[in-house]
Every structure is written in structure tokens, then in C-alpha cells.
């Protein structure tokens, strides 16, 4: 797809603002009800999913130039969906996509940032997204044993994941990962050292061609290697080879379940048991990769009705965030004996964003703590003890914002919890 392609989304928004917030119904109390952290951050309505969809319909219309406040506004988002997701709870329309293809746009023509510029550098040379690190890939798994999937036959893998393989405080769920598939009597293989990006977060940043270079890089290693479920632990990579891999014909038959997913049906079938009790209450705050992004992608072929009402033959079907992943790990927490599960405000298809996503991060990291604040301050609210969640960007993000702000939460990720209460 490309921006023209969104020309009518784009012109059907009527800046209603529904995309700033949470549906109405969905408000539990007078605060928290943002949707959106690029409107709550920066307090112009450009910033918001409307105000960037009437910026992709004047670029079209070759009314504005690619200057730096404009570029300001096209990069300073998270990419989280909370807009589109909130605005389709009434409309039939896409938010997400025009946003993502004006990054594209801005990047096919050379107005990149260099702080993105130097991620997507690392990726075209060493097959990874964290310049500057001296770390081996492989390094986590300290002496574990597995398949090698790049020179033996395996049907099943684990997917580290590059925030995940370079950071070593989440070496830990790695490994605790691995071991509860052992455990269970997986045969699991990896790649170590080889393994490659997913690419996802590159499509994040405005790089579509190197997502899809990625995509074709990784389906062949996977073809040859016989490979027919992969799991991962990070939401991003999770909706790179679910939802992207699959919206550019690359997905085949693969089936992509995150860790939790494949572990919670391992605890269905018996093969494992939380035997032993943590007595903790616990908020879960959904990743936007594995919960109102990570449901299938819907393939459709069709034309819309010109009018001035949007009917499309044969009928179009949204994604609008029901399907994520949502309950799944919230299973596993309760699932585990003495845990007390309670929730934040915003949750599931409506959660709010940890601060992580769309290179922000690295572009600006001053509005990515911003986010992450916001998020804790509300699990603090709860009275929770701790706040788990699923994917390494997240923990990350939230062990942050917890140490530079004295908060007295802590932080796991869902196997961490499920590791120490079954090994």
C-alpha cells in the first residue's frame, strides 16, 4: 500500500478528537482518559491522529514542504495504535496506516533523523538494531543447549530478539523461557549468534524495504530449516512476523505464537505447574505489538462505492484491536498461586503505550520517559506491589521510569513470575 491508497481514510476524518481519547463508554474515573501520547505530550492537534491524517492528505496535494517542525510531527509517535484503534471504535476508517506510510513517504525522500538513521545502519551491516554494542548475540543463553536451527531440521523456535539478545538485564527472560520449554519436553531450537532482526521496528521508523528485506531473509532460513511454529517473547517481533511478514505475502504457513501463547498451552496440556506460591499483587499492562496490533492481519481485494458514504464491494473488514492478545497472560498470572491480579484503568485494546515504540526511544528520549511515567504513576494507582508485562521494550521502559522516579514498584516480565513458581 501507499499513502494514495489512504487518500479517502485520510479525507473522511472530521476531527472529532475521538482519537485522542478513550471511547466514552471504556471511562472508568476522570483520569486516566488519554488514548494518544504524542496529543498528551505535545498539546497540538498535529499531533494527534487526525492532525497527522489532514498532514498526509496535504502532502499529497503538495501543500506542505518537508521542513523540521513538520518532520517533528511525523516522528515524535509511537506508532502504538491507540488512535486508530479508538477512532474505528465508531468509524470505518484506517489511522494507523496513512501515519505509517507519511513515515514512509518522509524516508523514500531522504527526511529521515539520524538517531533512526543510525539504527536502520546497524541492521543493513550487522543484522541487528543496537549500534555500538560489543555483545555477542548468542551471549544469553550461558551454556543452555538447544538445537541449532540454521544447520538442523526443527519445527519449533525460539525467537530472542534483538532488545532482548543486547541488553542483559533480559537475558533473564530468555533463559527462563528456555528453560520452562525444556522443562516441558520442547524440542526447541535457536539460532545463537545468527539469529537475525525481525525488522519490525525498522517498519516502525519509516523503513519499509529493509522490513521486508528482513522478512525474505528470515523465511528462508526458516524454509530450509523446516520451521513450522516460531515463538518469541517481544511484542514487536511478535507483529513483525504475524501481521507484517503476512500483510506482504512473506508468512506463509508459519505459525507465530508469543511466549505466553505457547506456554499457556503447555499448561493446559499438563506438561507443566506452578507448584510453588508468590504472594504479590500484580498489574499487567498490555503491550500495543501483542495486544491491539497483534491480531491477524485481514487480507481483502475489493473496491470502495464512490459517495459520500465509504461502502466497499465486497465488505471491508477492520482490525480494531479485539483479537489481540489480552487474556493469555493474564491466564498465566492467575495461573500461578498467591499472585493477586488487579487492573490499571486503560487496559487491553485501550491500554496506554509504554513509551517504547516507533524509535522514539532513541529519537526522543525526553517524551518516551514522559510515556513510561505515565504508565507507572497509573499501575501505581492500583496498589499494585508490581507491574508485569510481555515484552522486553516495555520492562525496560518501566525499570527506567521506576529508578529515576523512586517508585516502589517493581517490574517483571509474565515468564519471570511463571519461572519462579514452576522451576
Known amino acids: 500500500m501507499a499513502l494514495e491508497q489512504y487518500q479517502s481514510d485520510m479525507e473522511t476524518c472530521c476531527r472529532c478528537s475521538a482519537c485522542k481519547f478513550i471511547p466514552l463508554e471504556k471511562v472508568k474515573g476522570y483520569q486516566p482518559v488519554n488514548i494518544c501520547p504524542s496529543i498528551t505530550y505535545n498539546d497540538f492537534h498535529a499531533y494527534s491522529g487526525g492532525g497527522r491524517m489532514g498532514i498526509g492528505v496535504a502532502i499529497l496535494e503538495n501543500r506542505l514542504e518537508f521542513t523540521d517542525k513538520l518532520l517533528d510531527v511525523v516522528y515524535n509517535c509511537m506508532t502504538c495504535g491507540g488512535c486508530d484503534i479508538s477512532c474505528k471504535y465508531a468509524m470505518d476508517m484506517e489511522v494507523l496506516k496513512p501515519i505509517l506510510e507519511t513515515r514512509i513517504r518522509c524516508v523514500e525522500n531522504g527526511y529521515t533523523l539520524p538517531a533512526l538513521d543510525r539504527l536502520v545502519a546497524s541492521l ?242 525526553e517524551f518516551a520517559a514522559f510515556i513510561a511515567g505515565e504508565r507507572v504513576r497509573e499501575a501505581e494507582n492500583t496498589g499494585a506491589e508490581a507491574i508485569a508485562t510481555a515484552c522486553p521494550g516495555c520492562e525496560t521502559g518501566f525499570g527506567k521510569s521506576i529508578n529515576e522516579n523512586g517508585s516502589r514498584l517493581k517490574v517483571y516480565d509474565v515468564i519471570e513470575l511463571l519461572h519462579a513458581a514452576v522451576i
Open 124 to 365: 543493513r551491516t550487522k543484522g541487528h538494531m543496537i549500534p555500538g554494542t560489543k555483545t555477542k548475540r548468542g551471549d544469553w543463553m550461558e551454556g543452555r543447549v538447544t538445537k541449532d536451527y540454521t544447520t538442523e531440521k526443527c519445527e519449533v523456535i525460539y525467537h530472542a530478539g534483538c532488545r532482548t539478545c543486547y541488553n542483559e538485564d533480559m537475558w533473564k527472560v530468555a533463559q527462563n523461557t528456555i528453560d520452562l520449554l525444556q522443562k516441558a519436553g520442547t524440542d526447541i531450537g535457536i539460532a545463537g549468534d545468527t539469529e537475525s532482526c525481525c525488522g519490525g521496528r525498522a517498519y516502525q521508523m519509516g523503513y519499509k524495504e529493509d522490513t521486508v528485506k528482513q522478512a525474505e531473509k528470515n523465511m528462508a532460513v526458516y524454509k530450509k530449516a523446516g520451521v513450522k511454529i516460531l515463538v518469541t517473547g517481544c511484542a514487536d517481533c511478535y507483529h513483525a512476523f504475524k501481521v507484517l511478514y503476512d500483510e506482504y505475502g512473506l508468512k506463509g504457513n508459519l505459525e507465530v505464537l508469543h511466549t505466553t501463547e505457547y506456554l499457556a498451552r503447555l499448561l493446559s496440556e499438563g506438561k507443566m505447574k506452578p507448584g510453588k506460591t508468590i504472594n504479590m499483587t500484580v498489574t499487567y499492562h498490555d503491550p500495543c505489538h501483542l495486544g491491539r496490533l497483534g491480531e491477524p492481519y485481514i487480507h481483502w481485494e475489493g473496491k470502495q462505492i464512490p459517495g459520500h458514504i465509504r461502502i466497499f464491494k465486497p465488505p471491508k473488514e477492520f482490525r480494531r484491536g479485539t483479537f489481540g492478545i489480552y487474556e493469555t497472560p493474564r491466564e498465566i498470572l492467575r495461573s500461578i498461586p498467591g499472585i493477586n491480579l488487579v487492573e490499571m484503568q486503560r487496559t487491553k485494546e485501550y491500554a496506554w503505550c509504554c513509551g517504547a515504540g516507533g524509535g522514539v526511544t532513541e529519537s526522543n528520549p
